[in-house]
């Protein structure tokens, strides 16, 4: 048996929806896009504003470009976080300081991070690591005392909650993934949310090359041509074809939810009796889990035994300041890396069957002689 680690899931409504915007012949940013925008705000009941952008790391990008972070600023984040984290603050210029994480959450250390605030530093770049945040209040009071900007990578979290509220309905500037992997697809895809005025329309203009108000023409299937240009922009808009299929995904959210809370729920009812196997302290019926991560002994050779198996595995992921990029002799995160050898994501998407997953635990259970 085949399992597959994670993979998108695709009805026939994302098929027509993309076949009738290719059939409009508009294919670039225009009115599907401000229709997704709207109903992300809808589905969040959220008064900030959204800018959708073409990937989740376009949204970390322009966020920061929008707080005009430059050369030699510091942004405080943790280590073990996907690289495109690091990558779109190093694309600025910017110095992004690894921080701990919590054992047990695999969230941001905020103890750890007030030991490396400096007279540098803009921003604390939080990760909804495994798509929950606990935590988050700890780092709003720490960027009040240090007076930092709070730029959320949830490209994780995107339909989670938190202390009750969904993930984007509060917060400074919250950023979201919808590639094809996530929560919801749109394909390729992110959104920022924020309720600074300023700063959203900053980013509205940013994604497209900095053009004044341009927005206002695309979402209505029209371009600028008499215009101007006052700062740096980027081509990181979405098109019509990725919102068609972000508005499609968007109607499913609840079922992705159920399906997904289900099997984690399973995997850890049926997995909790093997010694061997330690799970995050989360809050699973607040979070729609994009991974499922577990703590093990022997976690490469678990690894090699599910991957002869058939069964496909992730190890999110490896720290960056690991990295050679990112690398510094004078850096030592001994909590992160020694996590790192043991975390392991198993098998957890919307179409994975029970049948698979019960092979999945049947071959965890022959590994640790459970």
């Known amino acids: 048996m085949q399992v597959r680690l994670s993979k998108c899931s695709i009805s026939p409504a994302e098929i027509n929806a993309v076949t009738q915007v290719l059939e409009s012949e508009f294919l670039g940013m225009g009115s599907k896009v401000l229709e997704f925008e709207q109903n992300i705000k809808r589905y969040l009941d959220t008064d900030m504003g959204v800018v959708c952008v073409n990937t989740g790391t376009s949204a970390l990008q322009l966020a920061l470009s929008a707080l005009n972070i430059q050369e030699g600023d510091e942004v405080l984040v943790p280590s073990l976080t996907?690289?495109?984290?690091?990558?779109?603050?190093?694309?600025?210029?910017?110095?992004?300081?690894?921080?701990?994480?919590?054992?047990?959450?695999?969230?941001?250390?905020?103890?750890?991070?007030?030991?490396?605030?400096?007279?540098?530093?803009?921003?604390?770049?939080?990760?909804?690591?495994?798509?929950?945040?606990?935590?988050?209040?700890?780092?709003?009071?720490?960027?009040?005392?240090?007076?930092?900007?709070?730029i959320e990578d949830a490209a994780q979290a995107f339909g989670c909650y938190r202390d009750g509220s969904k993930v984007g309905v509060l917060g400074d500037i919250v950023c979201f993934s919808f590639d094809g992997i996530k929560n919801i697809t749109s394909g390729e895809g992110g959104a920022i949310l924020t309720s600074d005025r300023r700063l959203l329309e900053k980013m509205q203009d940013g994604r497209l090359l900095g053009v004044i108000k341009d927005t206002e023409k695309r979402v209505s299937n029209q371009r600028s041509w008499d215009f101007?240009?006052?700062?740096?922009?980027?081509?990181?808009?979405?098109?019509?074809?990725?919102?068609?299929?972000?508005?499609?995904?968007?109607?499913?959210?609840e079922l992705f939810k159920e399906k997904r809370q289900l099997i984690v729920q399973r995997y850890i009812k049926i997995l909790s009796p093997i010694n061997e196997v330690k799970f995050l302290n989360l809050n699973y019926k607040e979070i729609i889990p994009h991974i499922f991560v577990i703590k093990v002994k022997n976690r490469d050779g678990l690894r090699d035994y599910l991957l002869k198996s058939g069964i496909e595995c992730g190890i999110p992921y490896k720290p960056n300041h690991m990295l050679q990029m990112y690398s510094n002799p004078l850096i030592t995160l001994p909590v992160t890396e020694s996590l790192y050898k043991e975390i392991i994501s198993l098998p957890c998407h919307v179409d994975l069957s029970l049948l698979e997953q019960d092979y999945v635990i049947q071959k965890i259970g022959e590994f640790y002689n459970a």
Not at 93 to 119: K, Q
Not at 228 to 249: K, L, P, T, W
């Open 228 to 253: 101007d240009v006052v700062s740096q922009g980027f081509r990181f808009h979405m098109s019509n074809i990725n919102a068609a299929i972000g508005i499609e995904q968007l109607k499913r959210i």
């Open 82 to 150: 996907y690289v495109a984290t690091f990558q779109a603050i190093s694309s600025m210029g910017a110095i992004p300081i690894a921080c701990e994480v919590s054992p047990d959450t695999l969230f941001i250390d905020i103890d750890d991070a007030e030991t490396r605030v400096t007279p540098r530093t803009r921003v604390i770049m939080p990760v909804h690591y495994a798509s929950a945040s606990k935590g988050m209040l700890d780092v709003y009071s720490f960027a009040k005392k240090h007076q930092l900007r709070v």
